[in-house]
């Protein structure tokens, strides 16, 4: 079995005269965390949303498990055990907690029919995104941080091998940035592969193997997170010479 669970060649994504994504070859291995940086309006939702399905390539090919799946609809590669999160979290409204999660089980690899039994399946799901004891909760009613994990908890009811993450940790504070940390970690030591999204840098170099940056929809880096990091067109391109020195004043001290 290849170790490479995901690739891509020549991903492109343009709207009109707009070059969202441009030209990237990509390589996910099995078992890793790979985080993707970048300033915003880099490409980074678009580059999920291609992989997902959600939106189609202008032209490229990408492959999960040596067969390819650009061109199959989100359903289809959900089926496969591809699932993500939305950076716009949108609960299914005059729903309770439960049942929203639920959605996530109906639609993924195991496909499951009955909504009883993937009410069930998903129960304990709850459990592990700190949203226990709101089952029963309707969704109007979560804030905004309970809505993240909401979000996160319907794809893993998918039960995914690989899990798409747009910043699931936006909008959250430092106690419950470090409690998804460490989830996303628990997650892929059970055999997950995830691909993450994080304006966090605590956060992304904290659970991330590699990383990949994005600059105007191309790839300007990749390696591991140290390395990447003091990258001078990172730095340029959406780090800062303020993040910059700190790393530096780290390794000193």
């Known amino acids: 079995m290849s170790d490479v669970i995901l690739r891509g060649t020549g991903v492109t994504k343009h709207f009109g005269a707009l070059r969202a994504v441009t030209d990237i070859d990509f390589e996910v291995r099995r078992g890793e965390i790979l985080g993707i940086i970048g300033p915003n309006g880099a490409g980074k939702t678009t580059f999920l949303s291609l992989i997902n399905g959600t939106l189609s390539l202008t032209r490229g090919t990408i492959f999960f498990k040596d067969r390819k799946i650009s061109g ?14 939305f950076q716009v979290v949108k609960p299914f409204p005059g729903m309770s907690v439960l049942e929203n999660v639920s959605i996530g089980a109906l639609f ?34 979560l804030n905004i941080s309970e809505r993240k994990r909401l979000e996160l908890a319907r794809a893993l009811a998918m039960d995914p091998e690989l899990l798409l993450l747009d910043e699931v940790m936006a909008g959250l504070n430092s106690a419950e940035v470090e409690s998804i940390m460490r989830l996303i970690i628990e997650l892929n030591a059970e055999g997950r592969t995830i691909l993450v999204i994080e304006h966090v840098m605590k956060a992304i170099m904290g659970v991330s193997h590699r990383v990949m940056v994005l600059h105007h929809g191309e790839k300007i880096a990749e390696g591991e997170p140290a390395l990447v990091t003091s990258d001078e067109r990172v730095i340029s391109a959406y780090l800062g010479e303020r993040y910059a020195k700190m790393r530096r004043k780290d390794a000193q001290d």
Not at 72 to 84: C, D, F, M, N, T
């Open 108 to 141: 993924g690899k195991d496909n499951i029919k009955d909504a009883a039994l993937a009410r069930e399946k998903t129960r304990s799901i709850l459990t592990r995104v700190n949203l226990d004891g709101k089952e029963n909760l309707p969704v109007e009613n």
């Open 72 to 85: 199959l609809k989100p359903y289809q590669i959900a089926e496969r055990g591809v699932s993500r999160t």
